[in-house]
């Protein structure tokens, strides 16, 4: 799954695979944990993240999300700044 960004220990990725769904989502991993989250609403939908990772996040995701979309659309990564 290839990695669009690092920051405060949580990674950031997305996966194109075939079984991918919608909605548009990105991966957070942090330690042990991990989160999915939906580029629109940026809320998570699934997983186990701690509330502050969660926060951290839904910030970046803020910043980024026009552009998270554009990747989902066109299946293509590409590396994104940190928090």
Do not use: C
């Not at 990695?3 to 991966?27: D, L, Q, T």
């Amino acid at each position: 799954m290839p990695e669009i960004v690092r920051f405060y220990g949580i990674i950031i990725k997305m996966f194109f695979k075939p079984k991918e769904h919608e909605p548009s989502h990105i991966h957070a991993i942090y330690n042990e944990y991990v989160g999915l989250f939906n580029i629109q609403t940026f809320e998570m939908f699934e997983g186990d993240l701690p509330p502050k990772a969660q926060e951290l996040v839904r910030e970046w995701l803020e910043i980024h999300s026009q552009e998270l979309q554009s990747m989902w659309d066109k299946q293509l990564i590409t590396k994104l700044p940190p928090l």
